[in-house]
């Protein structure tokens, strides 16, 4: 599209950055820096027309059917179909992504109500690595957005809820040499089926029995110089345990934890 309308190579990218900012200013706050790259206003009106439209067939007939752009476009849509995704993708002309180094096909994901901005979106980019001081080597990427997928799984009511995790078992050392140790032991217990939240740093018993409050967490494993584990639960006096094994034992005889 860029070379029909005389746009040279080295102006693709600035122009794309551009035109990607039409999505959120009108033409006019942006005629002046494209004005700036060469293009004249007839090359303007010409590239945001062909951004309105709406089907491959309609590049074709202004590009021609054996443009490159055309090819691949029609060349993907052929693949989708035989990969039983052609459902899921609907050709739009007006997404341009606002990076210099795509070099092919570009896309963005958006849930069918339409109702949020992109999910995601990425592209083909066939130099990039090369660019970096790489091998040349062609590929396709994306990125995509948190908040975006937090909003729709909250719409869809798919949202899982995380404001308490179901932490039943708190592991940690009083002191570094034994972090081994404690690694050893909340992947015991693990092993056994116990849901463990592990504290990495060095921090005072206070701060881990509160952290246990706070979560909700019914027991701390905690190990020291002189003995190997103290049990500590909100209800009961501390207990001496000699293994992960054990606390699970006792965990369920006392009915420890949630």
């Given at each position: 599209?860029m070379?029909?309308?005389?746009?040279s190579?080295?102006?693709?990218a600035?122009?794309?950055?551009l035109?990607?900012?039409?999505?959120?200013?009108?033409?006019?706050?942006?005629?002046?820096?494209?004005?700036?790259?060469?293009?004249?206003?007839?090359?303007?009106?010409?590239?945001?027309?062909?951004?309105?439209?709406?089907?491959?067939?309609?590049?074709?007939?202004?590009?021609?059917?054996?443009?490159?752009?055309v090819?691949?476009?029609k060349?993907?849509?052929?693949?989708?179909?035989?990969?039983?995704?052609?459902?899921?993708?609907?050709?739009?002309?007006?997404?341009?992504?606002?990076?210099a180094?795509?070099?092919?096909v570009?896309?963005?994901?958006?849930?069918?109500?339409?109702?949020?901005?992109a999910?995601?979106?990425?592209?083909r980019?066939?130099?990039?690595?090369?660019?970096?001081?790489?091998?040349?080597?062609?590929?396709?990427?994306?990125?995509?957005?948190?908040a975006v997928?937090?909003?729709?799984?909250k719409?869809?009511?798919?949202?899982?809820?995380?404001?308490?995790?179901?932490?039943?078992?708190?592991?940690?050392a009083?002191?570094?040499?034994?972090?081994?140790?404690?690694?050893?032991?909340?992947s015991?217990?693990r092993?056994?089926?116990?849901?463990?939240?592990?504290?990495?740093?060095?921090?005072?018993?206070?701060?881990?029995?509160?952290?246990?409050?706070?979560?909700?967490?019914?027991?701390?494993?905690?190990?020291?110089?002189?003995?190997?584990?103290?049990?500590?639960?909100?209800?009961?006096?501390?207990?001496?345990?000699?293994?992960?094994l054990h606390?699970?034992?006792?965990?369920?005889?006392?009915?420890f934890?949630?």
């Amino acid at each position: 599209m860029m070379t029909s309308l005389g746009i040279s190579e080295d102006k693709w990218a600035p122009t794309c950055v551009l035109i990607d900012k039409l999505e959120k200013v009108p033409i006019d706050s942006i005629m002046s820096d494209l004005n700036a790259l060469g293009l004249t206003k007839e090359v303007v009106e010409d590239l945001v027309n062909s951004l309105k439209m709406k089907s491959i067939d309609q590049f074709a007939e202004k590009l021609g059917p054996d443009a490159e752009g055309v090819v691949e476009l029609k060349r993907l849509l052929h693949l989708a179909q035989g990969y039983g995704i052609s459902d899921w993708l609907v050709f739009d002309a007006s997404v341009v992504r606002g990076l210099a180094y795509y070099t092919g096909v570009v896309f963005e994901g958006f849930d069918r109500s339409g109702e949020l901005r992109a999910i995601f979106g990425g592209g083909r980019y066939d130099k990039l690595l090369q660019s970096m001081g790489g091998e040349p080597l062609p590929a396709v990427g994306f990125g995509f957005g948190d908040a975006v997928i937090v909003e729709l799984l909250k719409a869809k009511g798919l949202l899982p809820e995380t404001s308490k995790a179901p932490v039943q078992v708190m592991v940690y050392a009083m002191d570094a040499s034994l972090s081994d140790k404690a690694v050893a032991a909340a992947s015991e217990l693990r092993r056994d089926g116990i849901c463990v939240d592990m504290v990495l740093d060095e921090r005072k018993p206070k701060w881990v029995f509160q952290r246990a409050d706070k979560r909700g967490v019914g027991l701390c494993y905690s190990l020291h110089c002189n003995v190997c584990c103290t049990l500590k639960h909100a209800l009961h006096e501390p207990h001496l345990l000699t293994s992960p094994l054990h606390l699970h034992e006792n965990r369920r005889r006392r009915h420890f934890g949630p």
